[in-house]
């Protein structure tokens, strides 16, 4: 953020608070009408309370699926000058894709108009002034002309993130916005990458990579269900309940807490957790999914317990188990909550959850390290001491596309040494 408020040469000194401040796109004459019908209660599911009269044109994504390129559409014009106008993004193909349909911008079985197909979609964010906002996770809009922050709102941006693979000289790094240069040359794969030296580490029979993917069960043995385990999810609670449960158990490990530890406890889980699309999404074991603000945490049913298991978005995100011999999914990771493989975009997901961490300095370290690969030090400069290569992270930015590569339930940590937030 210094580094932003440098470039954009703000005056005074660094800002103690943040307000929302409104968009400054000129209005429309008139809102696109085809645009309109799809927020303006056409459609009831697909309606913009409090919408503005007047618009402004925005630039969302248009697909198809992983494709981020841009087309033009009509959004309120009051779109995202608060918190309570923003979590809506009907022009956004990403957000409106309904699967086993082909899509279309028009009312229909093809359009989802509760603009919630992936999880960021209802996230709350508003546009800011960087020059008089203390936030940290400010990120420049290629969707309108602006920045915005979703901590502002009170969320953590699990839409934003930030490319700084190009720059191989610490001038070139420095020059891209919010990234830095840092010392290790140990950064992570590409996903093909990351799913090759999976496949080698794990031996796999065949060398060719696989050309489909489908969902496994998990192979851990059954056990009795825990009953204070199983009244979170039996529907003791009518919020509580998992559709669908079988009725023997697994032993999984999630995340007891408290806020912001990751460490583990055993749980019992009904035995086809995540073997399909449809039995996951369901965390009543995970603290993190579990929390309730202001209360103390209590894994009980009651007050101090969310039964809905939603506390932060990658809870209700699908996955399954996969067989990494056999599955040509990239983003394809180790789970540390039971001993399987797990990928998201099998199930049609952006992996939120998972992320990984090169932090080595040496090769053999580096490339003992899952998902991570050697980039090296670049030749010195002349007449100048040695420099030292600035990692990649290959991430999305609104309106780019997305091939990082990321691991591990287990609730590792990105390290983001060229980094923007």
């Known amino acids: ?39 303006d209660g056409t459609n009831s599911v697909g309606t913009w309370a409090a919408a503005a009269a007047t618009c402004i044109k925005v630039t969302p994504d248009k697909g198809p699926a992983g494709n981020w390129s841009k087309h033009d559409f009509s959004y309120p014009s009051n779109y995202a000058n608060t918190c309570a106008d923003s979590g809506k993004e009907p022009g956004s193909f990403h957000c409106t894709t309904v699967t086993g349909q082909t899509h279309a911008f028009a009312n229909g079985a093809a359009y989802n108009s509760k603009w919630d197909s992936q999880a960021w979609c209802k996230d709350k964010f508003c546009w800011v002034d960087p020059c008089a906002c203390n936030r940290t996770d400010m990120q420049k809009s290629t969707w309108l002309d602006g920045y915005y922050s979703y901590s502002q709102c009170g969320k953590a941006d699990s839409y934003s993130q930030v490319t700084c693979d ?19 040359p140990c950064v992570p794969q590409t996903g093909a990458e990351a799913m090759a030296s999976l496949r080698k ?29 199983k009244a979170l999810w039996d529907g003791t609670v009518t919020l509580g309940t998992w559709a669908a449960a079988a009725a023997t158990c697994i032993k999984v490990t999630p995340d007891k807490g408290p806020a912001g530890d990751w460490s583990k406890h055993n749980f019992t889980y009904p035995s086809n957790y995540a073997n399909t699309c449809a039995d996951a999404a369901k965390e009543p074991g995970s603290f993190h999914c579990t929390t309730v603000t202001g209360q103390t945490h209590s894994f009980a049913n009651g007050a101090g317990y969310n039964s809905k298991w939603d506390s932060q978005t990658w809870c209700k995100d699908k996955f399954c188990w996969v067989n990494p011999c056999a599955c040509n999914r990239t983003d394809i990771s180790k789970s540390t909550w039971l001993d399987g493989y797990y990928s998201y975009s ?4 952006k992996d939120s959850y998972s992320a990984k ?23 010195p400069p002349k007449k100048k001491p040695p420099t030292k290569a600035a990692p990649a992270t290959t991430t999305i930015i609104k309106g780019s596309t997305n091939g990082a590569f990321s691991n591990g339930i287990g609730m590792s940590v990105l390290l983001l040494l060229c980094f923007a937030k």
């Not at 190009?166 to 290790?184: F, I, L, N, R, V």
């Not at 794990?202 to 496994?216: I, R, Y």
């Not at 961490?357 to 030749?379: M, S």
């Open 1 to 39: 953020m210094a580094a932003l408020r440098k470039k954009m040469k703000c005056t005074g000194t660094k800002p103690t608070s943040c307000a929302c401040s409104p968009n400054k796109v000129a209005k429309q004459t008139a809102c696109v009408a085809a645009n309109k019908a799809l927020w």
């Open 166 to 184: 190009g720059p191989t000289t610490e001038a070139g790094c420095q020059a891209k916005m919010g990234c830095k240069w840092a010392d290790s």
């Open 201 to 229: 580490t794990l031996k796999c029979p065949s060398t060719a990579v696989p050309t489909n993917c489908a969902c496994a069960a998990n192979s851990e043995p059954k056990v009795t269900c825990d009953t204070n385990n």
């Open 346 to 349: 099998q199930c049609g997901v």
């Open 357 to 379: 961490t090169c932090k080595a300095t040496t090769k053999t370290a580096c490339d003992a390290a899952v998902g991570c690969k050697w980039k090296g030090f670049p030749p």
